[in-house]
């Protein structure tokens, strides 16, 4: 559900970096009135939506993470 795939990450000089897939689609700042971002609750309903499966997405593969490690040490 709208992850991208990270290539690499790292940091340099003190500033973190990260690649990933390019994913085209609109930009976040589209969301914006007079250069102002709009608070989430008034963020069309398809973008909280895809938000909320990817946070899930990320949780669910979170949970499955820690419990390989957890097992891992047994």
Do not use: K, N
Not at 42 to 50: D, G, K, T, V, Y
Request: hydrophobic share 50%.
């Amino acid at each position: 559900p709208s992850i991208v795939t990270v290539y690499d990450a790292g940091e340099d000089g003190g500033i973190a970096w990260i690649a990933m897939e390019y994913v085209q689609g609109r930009m976040l700042s589209e969301y914006s009135v007079s250069d102002r971002l709009l608070p989430p609750a008034e963020w069309p309903l398809p973008l909280q939506a895809s938000l909320c499966a990817m946070l899930q997405a990320l949780a669910s593969r979170a949970a499955g993470a820690a419990a390989a490690t957890a097992s891992a040490q047994v």
